[in-house]
């Protein structure tokens, strides 16, 4: 067996690094007793929205955790699609859905572009890929190594768009940038062999933010001065915890994001939560990044969508979000 083949030497890292783990041993002890509160009481709701002929000028379905379909001027953007049950190397153990996919693969309009945001296993699924590449002929944006996965699971070389931070590429009439991000990278054992990212869709009027996978840093307000202010961002809330406290935002460091990356104005703009009540990844309840969300948005003025599983939102109108978690307990 060739090591040099299956142990890159390249490694990737954080402008501004993570702290590391704290305290590991009661973090064990957390993650052996506490993870069972992160499972809902009752079923979570979905929903089955219509999917228009025609892409939108601004739209967002959310299928669940960091998978959506963006629409940017009459164009449709796959984000981080997983639809597999579990997020693990291993389809008998690992975190398995808290709900079910809200509608098959299959049944999704035709796609643009799937953009992945790094190579976790709960962003970026074997199965679904290769599903999606017999079903569908667009092309995958990754960041710069995430390419090696795609060819490895018979994905073709000219359908594969690798990209490092600042670099675009266009899908029609979209720019669509990878971006900084502050997480990590890496299947199984080998740490940050992989670039991680965050990205822009932008149109000649709108644009849009997905983030992905990160932690707060000063990233965003960078971002925003090379590519703000946004209509609309999707932000992860869900599966923080102090003792990982830079490589997943909660909720109320989400609004804050919002804020740098609307450079400074917290009222410009929707945000729309993503990476909570889909896989169980953390300690806190299954519903309170959301409701930490809600909360932290109201006293910036921020205005926020949060729609069900497989619920279609129009951003330029999004209404009043009803707090479809209660009683889920």
Known sequence: MDLAKLIPTQRFSNTEPARPVVDAPSMLGALLTGRRRGYPARP????SSPVPKEAAELAVTWYGHASAMIEVEGHRVLVDPVWSNRV???SLVG???LHPVPVALEKLPPIDAVVISHDHYDHLDKSTIRRLARTQSMPFLVPLGVGEHLRGWGIAEDRIVELEWEKSTSIGDLT?????????SGRWLIRNPTLWASWVIAGQDRSVYFGGDTGYGKCFAEIAGRHGPFDATLLPIGAYDVHWPDIHMNPEEAVAAHTDLNLGDASRGVLLPIHWATFN??????DEPVRRLVAAAKDAGTAIAVPRPGERVDLREPGTSDSWWDGIG
Request: net charge positive; charged share 15%.
């Open 88 to 90: 693990s190397p291993s």
């Open 44 to 47: 979570v709701p979905l929903a």
């Open 95 to 97: 975190p398995s859905r």
């Open 281 to 286: 990844l953390a300690l806190h309840r299954w």
């Open 176 to 184: 669509v940038t990878c971006t900084e991000a502050r997480h990590f």
